[in-house]
Every structure is written in C-alpha cells, then in structure tokens.
C-alpha cells in the first residue's frame, strides 16, 4: 500500500474513533449500542479501501460520516424530551448512504487533484444519505426535529 493511501486510511479511522469513545464516557444518546458507532465508519473505510479509492477520498467519506453522527446525535443531546427511535431513522437512511459511497468513489477515480477526490469523497455518503434521510424521515418514520413537518 503507497504511503498516500495509508495516511488517508490513518486519517478517516482518526475521524471516526471519537464518536465511539464519547458514547463510552457520556453514554449512547441513539440508544442503538456501541458496534454502530464502530461498524459504520468500519464499513465505509472497508469497502472505500477495497475499491482502491483515491486518497483523500476516505477522509472525507469520514468527515460526513462524523458529521451525521454528530447532528443525530445533538438532537438527542439537547432535546428535552429525547426520541427513542431516533437511531432508527438514521440505520434507515445507511443505505443510501452505501449507494453515495459506491458512486462517489466511481466518480472519484477520474479527478486528477486531492480536493476534488475529498469532495467526492464527503458528497458521496452525505448526499445519499440526506436524501434517504429526507425519504424515511418524512414517510416512513418521524425523526423529530430532522423531519419537514417539525419545520413546517
């Protein structure tokens, strides 16, 4: 594996270790235990990794994977009536997520430069995952604040 490759695996598992050590020390506010935390960003680097994708590409698939974390997990945190099911909406919205991550790394594969690749990289998982999310938060399920009707 070229030193690129490596830095962008160290860098994405970096960004994805400390969702999973603050559920340890405030507690899971998804209610949806430790391994998911651990297995999606295990899953994307995986499959990011075995495709060969382009270096930054894996930092910022990482990023986002963070970030909608993050939002899910602030929600529950500040609300003062948390969601039990919120988790369910975001294991819901994982597939079209997955189908982002396929496509972003196809698209990435044909840029030349690293931002475009990190771009690819962040807007592919982000992308399929908001619009899944967008999808089952406002059909299938109620996902609280991350729902139309609650901005309505």
């Not at 999606?40 to 990023?63: D, E, N, R």
């Not at 939002?71 to 994982?94: D, F, I, K, Q």
């Given at each position: 594996?070229?030193?690129?490759?490596?830095?962008?695996?160290?860098?994405?598992?970096?960004?994805?270790?400390?969702?999973?050590?603050?559920?340890?020390?405030?507690?899971?506010?998804?209610?949806?235990?430790?391994?998911?935390?651990?297995?999606?960003?295990?899953?994307?680097?995986?499959?990011?990794?075995?495709?060969?994708?382009?270096?930054?590409?894996?930092?910022?698939?990482?990023?986002?994977?963070?970030?909608?974390?993050?939002?899910?997990?602030?929600?529950?945190?500040?609300?003062?009536?948390?969601?039990?099911?919120?988790?369910?909406?975001?294991?819901?919205?994982?597939?079209?997520g997955?189908?982002?991550?396929?496509?972003?790394?196809?698209v990435?594969?044909r840029?030349?430069?690293?931002?475009?690749?990190?771009?690819?990289?962040?807007?592919?998982?982000?992308?399929?995952?908001?619009?899944?999310?967008?999808f089952?938060?406002?059909?299938?399920?109620?996902?609280?604040?991350?729902s139309?009707?609650?901005?309505?």
């Amino acid at each position: 594996m070229e030193l690129a490759r490596k830095r962008d695996l160290l860098q994405a598992a970096a960004m994805a270790l400390p969702l999973p050590i603050t559920v340890l020390v405030t507690g899971d506010p998804l209610y949806i235990g430790l391994w998911y935390y651990l297995a999606i960003p295990a899953f994307i680097i995986g499959t990011g990794a075995l495709m060969k994708a382009p270096p930054p590409y894996l930092t910022g698939a990482s990023l986002t994977i963070a970030a909608a974390f993050l939002v899910y997990m602030m929600v529950n945190y500040t609300a003062t009536r948390p969601e039990g099911l919120l988790g369910l909406g975001h294991l819901l919205s994982v597939p079209g997520g997955i189908l982002g991550h396929v496509l972003g790394v196809a698209v990435s594969k044909r840029q030349a430069n690293a931002l475009p690749v990190l771009a690819c990289g962040a807007l592919g998982w982000g992308l399929g995952f908001f619009l899944n999310n967008l999808f089952v938060c406002n059909t299938v399920m109620y996902c609280g604040p991350l729902s139309l009707r609650a901005l309505l």
